[in-house]
């Protein structure tokens, strides 16, 4: 196991990043925002086998979370997850000092439209916006051939591939399939909130969604199958749900009748015990 080399200024990560692209190594780097679990990690994995070298980021980004979010209680775990970062094999962890990321007079903004809208920003109208203002500087900064990002937040790596698409970044965007635990829960640096009791309700979330993706191309209508899966979440002790809904897989496009036919996803965002969960599957 070899440690990875910790680079805090942009100096330092772009001096390495020319020294590996000066002997023709080609590189992957993974954003994150830390407190990182084997979800992450088997994203570290997937970028080992795309390129010679792999760049990871820790980065909480104060952008992306609303007023009243959790970015002051987000956990911040820097030196265990540097010690699981050893343990993948990368080769670089990006780590930008507290209040290098955004100087004083920052005044840009990035809006993606189309697959950014609706989901997550109907009940994050800004989170996007955060997400893809620290993106681009990430990639800006790390220039990486390959960026890695997971299918969890399915709605951020669609945005993300529009992002890069529109703004001709020449780096290849992949997602990587989600990762869960032994009863299926999403992995998440939030299902740290959940205590024993909670963690039992969080892992209903994925057998309520993938009974509703069972019902939907059995070919029950969208509004029953969705309102079933809504009724179930209820029962099962969730406080509100934000969406259950069904959309194009590329486009994001809102589906409210069937036929389900080519590329679809059915995406979920509810409340468990104070704590927002996502999730997401292909019908
Ligand atoms: O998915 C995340 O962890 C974050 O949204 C990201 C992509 C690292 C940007 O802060």
């Known amino acids: 196991m070899r440690n990875p080399t910790i680079t805090r200024t942009q100096k330092s990560l772009r001096g ?9 190594e080609t590189i992957a780097f993974v954003p994150t925002m830390g407190a990182l679990h084997s979800g992450h990690l088997s994203l570290v994995k997937l970028a080992k086998q795309k390129a010679d070298r792999v760049v990871v980021s820790i980065f909480v980004n104060p952008t992306q979370f609303a007023p009243g979010e959790d970015f002051e209680a987000y956990p911040r775990t820097e030196e265990t997850d540097v010690e699981k ?17 955004y100087n004083a007079h920052h005044a ?32 800006n900064r790390v220039a990486p051939d390959i960026a890695i990002f997971g299918e969890k937040d399915y709605q951020q790596l669609a945005t993300i591939r529009r992002l890069v698409a529109d703004l001709d970044m020449p780096i290849q965007i992949i997602g990587a399939p989600i990762a869960r635990d032994e009863h299926g829960l999403a992995l998440s640096s939030r299902n740290q909130y959940f205590d024993e009791h909670g963690l039992n309700k969080a892992r209903k979330l994925n057998k309520i969604m993938f009974a509703c993706a069972k019902s939907l191309s059995g070919g ?41 036919d080519g590329k679809v996803r059915l995406l979920i965002a509810a409340h468990c015990d104070n704590v927002r969960l996502i999730d997401n599957c292909a019908i």
Not at 85 to 98: E, Q, T
């Open 16 to 24: 390495q990043i020319w020294e590996w692209r000066g002997y023709g």
């Open 220 to 260: 029950v209508p969208i509004e029953t199958a969705t309102q079933q899966a809504r009724e179930a979440l209820l029962s099962a002790g969730y406080s509100s749900i934000d969406y259950v809904s069904v959309a194009n897989a590329d486009s994001l496009e809102l589906m409210k009748k069937g036929p389900i």
């Open 108 to 139: 840009t903004h990035i809006k993606v439209g189309g697959v950014a809208e609706n989901l997550e920003t109907d009940h994050r109208p800004t989170f996007f916006e955060g997400v893809a203002l620290v993106v681009t500087k990430l990639l």
């Open 85 to 101: 970062l050893a343990s993948v094999g990368c080769d670089m962890v990006y780590i930008p000092r507290k209040g290098s990321m």
